[in-house]
T-cell receptor
């Protein structure tokens, strides 16, 4: 079975500062990796995904993530955050099994203050 | 295109009752998945449907059931509601089944069981 660990439940940061949200996964088979964002009272929106190829993945809203197979990590980064980035961020994996089943981490609340 | 729609958005029920939630996927999408989101357990997979067939099922009791219709719309039913069933229920749709397909989430149905 696979699992996802998001090491920080909450990350406070000042506006225009860089941020990194950490994600580690565990799986006995190859996986695909995702980051989703959830704004208050809304569903999940895909930020970016890694399926194969270049380990540096660029997503929407200036976010990027790097897949590190040896460290089984998929950390999310943004060089300069805005107040509007305040939201909960979820890292997720899908096993390369033909199914679409997402296994999520517990989430990281990003709090951006002026 | 219209996004994934879920009805109702909010629901209050009492213990022992049953409830049916509805999900209309994006036009042309044939795969629908359901997730339960609670503060304690986070996001957990319930079911995945493709072409009216349940393809995968999460670790939930038999009180949780679902189905998909020929127009790809999906419903999930919870019978004999318990307090612990209070949660945000999210539906996601994609064009086809498979990890490489982007899943688009609806805004969710917030269920409160009293």
């Amino acid at each position: 079975a696979q699992s996802v660990t998001q090491l920080d439940s909450q990350v406070p940061v000042f506006e225009e500062a860089p941020v990194e949200l950490r994600c580690n996964y565990s799986s006995s088979v190859s996986v695909y990796l995702f980051w989703y964002v959830q704004y208050p009272n809304q569903g999940l929106q895909l930020l970016l995904k890694y399926l194969s190829g270049s380990t540096l993945v660029k997503g929407i809203n200036g976010f990027e993530a790097e897949f590190n197979k040896s460290q089984t990590s998929f950390h999310l980064r943004k060089p300069s955050v805005h107040i509007s980035d305040t939201a909960e961020y979820f890292c997720a994996v899908i096993m390369n099994s033909g199914y679409s089943t997402l296994t999520f981490g517990k989430g990281t609340m990003l709090l951006v203050s002026p | 295109k219209a996004g994934v729609t879920q009805t109702p958005r909010y629901l209050i029920k009492t213990r022992g009752q049953q409830v049916t939630l509805s999900c209309s996927p994006i036009s042309g999408h044939r795969s629908v998945s359901w997730y339960q989101q609670t503060p304690g357990q986070g996001l957990q997979f319930l079911f995945e449907y493709f072409s009216e067939t349940q393809r995968n099922k999460g670790n939930f009791p038999g009180r949780f059931s679902g189905r998909q219709f020929s127009n790809s719309r999906s419903e999930m039913n919870v019978s004999t509601l318990e307090l612990g069933d209070s949660a945000l229920y999210l539906c996601a749709s994609s064009t086809r089944q498979g990890a490489e397909e982007t899943q688009y989430f609806g805004p969710g149905t917030r269920l409160l069981v009293l």
